[in-house]
């Protein structure tokens, strides 16, 4: 028995409506969810950002118990921060910007002018006098951390926003100023 196109038509349609009754109810849900996503993004990178310095000066302190509390709460944040159905919250890799970047403090820094990142995976940092070596930086798993080590063996992580317009850095907000 062959099936005329109306009738196939009319069947996938069936098969829609019975999954989901109401498209434009479904519809609309999605559109709200993204909205409230949209509007929760600035707060959620602030909250993660202000743990990760947390995190940073715990781990300078030397206090594993800290610096392990704050790294779940960054992992719960993160988890439930998540776009739908498991996308990634930024769909620009920052593999894919870093390259020859340089980023300057959205206020006086008191010791940075700016940063930049090479195209080998090197973060140079410009002292407002002087100058400092340029060091290797590795991309960590979650796609939004750079980690790197300091000349005296300290250990850093940057975390970019979402959007890849900032990160943080000792509680200094570096933004792109190249385009």
Do not use: C
């Not at 894919?96 to 195209?119: C, H, M, Q, R, V």
């Amino acid at each position: 028995m062959k099936l005329t196109a109306i009738a196939a038509a009319s069947l996938i349609t069936l098969a829609h409506t019975a999954e989901n009754p109401h498209p434009e109810l479904a519809a609309a849900r999605t559109r709200y969810e993204k909205a409230l996503a949209d509007a929760m993004r600035p707060v959620r990178e602030k909250y993660l950002a202000e743990l990760q310095q947390l995190k940073n000066r715990a781990m300078m302190m030397k206090n594993l118990e800290l610096a392990n509390a704050i790294d779940q709460e960054l992992k719960t944040i993160g988890a439930a921060g998540a776009a739908p159905h498991g996308a990634p919250m930024s769909t620009t890799k920052l593999s894919a910007i870093l390259p020859n970047s340089t980023w300057i403090p959205e206020k006086d820094s008191g010791y940075y002018k700016s940063i930049s990142f090479t195209a080998d995976k090197k973060i140079i940092r410009h002292p407002k006098s002087g100058s400092e070596p340029p060091l290797r930086y590795e991309i960590e798993k979650d796609g939004d951390t750079l980690s790197f080590e300091r000349e005296d063996g300290a250990k850093l992580k940057i975390r970019f926003s979402t959007n890849r317009q900032t990160f943080q850095m000792n509680d200094i907000t570096y933004r792109r100023s190249d385009p």
